[in-house]
T-cell receptor, first 114, second 112 residues
């Protein structure tokens, strides 16, 4: 079946612009995660949804970052007033349930802020 | 992600040899560990996991070893193949947490 998909795959934004990154999880997966991966680093946790509820947003780096999953399926990560330090790959993952269920990752969106 | 291997420690092995990739984890309270493989332009892919009540677990061509005394994890790949070339990350978490903490990664290059 289809895996996790993300769009766009690449996004170039000018500093100060707002961006929206989309994640389509595997159908039926309850849990959804967003990670940020800087160049040459491992992914870092941003936020976690169980269905439509955002249960943990402790990893969001600032109040310019906002994530939603209004119907418990597709999720959007929005970054307002982008800064150069926001340049990274944004990964989405989904799993059947929380905790220790295997997380399946999408290919990521590479964001470059100029 | 793209160019995920830049600035990472690199292990270069001959095709057919065994590979050992090491990871020092950070939290002594972590009790669940996972190895991920990440190819260029792709997201991390689950390889194998191990709980802290074990010190060894084997999969197909892969073995994970856990040494809790020194907080060390290793991934052994037998008969390494060109398709194994990628960046490998270890990740840790606690049993009650969904939050994965990834290590910094090692790039594996397989020479034909």
């Amino acid at each position: 079946g289809a895996g996790v998909s993300q769009s766009p795959r690449y996004k170039v934004a000018k500093r100060g612009q707002d961006v929206a990154l989309r994640c389509d999880p595997i159908s039926g997966h309850v849990s959804l995660f967003w990670y940020q991966q800087a160049l040459g680093q491992g992914p870092e946790f941003l936020t976690y949804f169980q269905n439509e509820a955002q249960l943990d947003k402790s990893g969001l780096p600032s109040d310019r970052f906002f994530a939603e999953r209004p119907e418990g399926s597709v999720s959007t990560l929005k970054i307002q007033r982008t800064q150069q330090e926001d340049s990274a790959v944004y990964l989405c993952a989904s799993s059947l349930g929380g905790d220790l269920y295997e997380q399946y990752f999408g290919p990521g969106t590479r964001l470059t802020v100029t | 992600g793209e160019n995920v291997g830049l600035h990472l420690p690199t292990l270069s092995v001959q095709e057919g040899d065994n590979s050992i990739i090491n990871c020092a984890y950070s939290n002594s309270a972590s009790d669940y560990f996972i190895w991920y493989k990440q190819e260029s332009g792709k997201g991390p892919q689950f390889i194998i996991d191990i709980r802290s009540n074990m010190d060894k677990r084997q999969g197909q061509r892969v073995t994970v070893l856990l040494n809790k005394t020194v907080k060390h994890l290793s991934l052994q790949i037998a008969a390494t193949q060109p398709g194994d070339s990628a960046v490998y990350f270890c990740a840790e978490t606690m049993d009650s947490s969904y939050k994965l903490i990834f290590g910094s990664g090692t790039r594996l290059l397989v020479r034909p």
